[in-house]
């Protein structure tokens, strides 16, 4: 059983999940990162850009999901190099302090807590997030090009793709068609007819929102929102 809620550290979500047996549950890319518990480990989840298929582990997982393009200031990392990854917070940081670390969060009432206490005490001591990238989730998210967001912040193209890949993992346009594949889920997820949800969510057509939801997350439509 999953479950979230908003979380102490501004736009982030605080979520656990128990796996129920009954399958894989596909994790879909939503331009994030995570800062991951399970089994006393610490781990972080890069950004996706296709769906990410767990390779087992059983027990309860917890974590605390940054929204794009916030959590390499916290990490210390450029989200490209963790792009379709999940790797051991102990290959970012020194591996004694990762388990003192771990050791707090293992003390908490219960981990999504304990990670919350660790993020919030890492956002204090870290530079904030530049404030341009919350832009330019803005404007994609408003389906605004992204030649003309780049204009409008003043940046080339290639200026604003060298600071996407280190924010979000990859570059504006991939972004951009990730956050398309959201509001159209979150249509559909509410029973809104696939061609509606195609044209409200900024499909070419139905055609096009079939091709786009099969590639980045594997499984036709219908078949994902069934499962």
Same mark, same amino acid.
């Given at each position: 059983?999953?479950?979230?809620?908003?979380?102490?550290?501004?736009?982030?979500?605080?979520?656990?999940?128990?796996?129920?047996?009954?399958?894989?549950?596909?994790?879909?890319?939503?331009?994030?990162?995570?800062?991951?518990?399970?089994?006393?480990?610490?781990?972080?989840?890069?950004?996706?850009?296709?769906?990410?298929?767990?390779?087992?582990?059983?027990?309860?997982?917890?974590?605390?999901?940054?929204?794009?393009?916030?959590?390499?200031?916290?990490?210390?990392?450029?989200?490209?190099?963790?792009?379709?990854?999940?790797?051991?917070?102990?290959?970012?940081?020194?591996?004694?302090?990762?388990?003192?670390?771990?050791?707090?969060?293992?003390?908490?009432?219960?981990?999504?807590?304990?990670?919350?206490?660790?993020?919030?005490?890492?956002?204090?001591?870290?530079?904030?997030?530049?404030?341009? !990238? =919350?832009?330019?989730? *803005?404007?994609?998210? /408003?389906?605004? +090009?992204? $030649?003309?967001? &780049?204009?409008?912040? #003043?940046?080339?193209?290639?200026?604003?793709?060298?600071?996407?890949?280190?924010?979000?993992?990859?570059?504006?346009?991939?972004?951009?068609?990730?956050?398309? !594949? =959201?509001?159209?889920? *979150?249509?559909?997820? /509410?029973?809104? +007819?696939? $061609?509606?949800? &195609?044209?409200?969510? #900024?499909?070419?057509?139905?055609?096009?929102?079939?091709?786009?939801?099969?590639?980045?997350?594997?499984?036709?439509?219908?078949?994902?929102?069934?499962?």
């Amino acid at each position: 059983m999953y479950v979230e809620r908003a979380s102490r550290l501004p736009g982030a979500v605080a979520w656990t999940n128990i796996p129920s047996g009954d399958g894989v549950v596909r994790v879909l890319p939503d331009g994030c990162m995570d800062l991951l518990w399970h089994d006393g480990r610490l781990m972080v989840a890069g950004p996706d850009t296709r769906a990410h298929l767990p390779d087992g582990g059983t027990g309860p997982w917890a974590g605390v999901r940054f929204p794009p393009g916030t959590a390499p200031a916290l990490l210390g990392v450029p989200a490209h190099e963790l792009r379709d990854r999940r790797v051991e917070l102990a290959d970012l940081w020194p591996a004694a302090r990762v388990r003192r670390l771990a050791g707090g969060v293992n003390a908490a009432a219960d981990p999504a807590s304990g990670l919350e206490e660790l993020a919030l005490r890492r956002a204090a001591g870290a530079e904030s997030p530049d404030p341009l !990238l =919350r832009q330019v989730v *803005a404007a994609l998210d /408003a389906r605004r +090009p992204v $030649a003309a967001i &780049a204009d409008g912040l #003043g940046l080339g193209s290639r200026q604003l793709h060298r600071r996407s890949l280190s924010a979000f993992g990859y570059g504006a346009k991939t972004l951009a068609r990730i956050l398309r !594949l =959201r509001r159209a889920l *979150a249509l559909a997820r /509410a029973g809104v +007819p696939f $061609a509606e949800t &195609a044209a409200r969510a #900024g499909y070419a057509d139905q055609a096009h929102l079939a091709r786009d939801v099969r590639e980045l997350t594997g499984l036709p439509l219908g078949r994902l929102l069934a499962g």
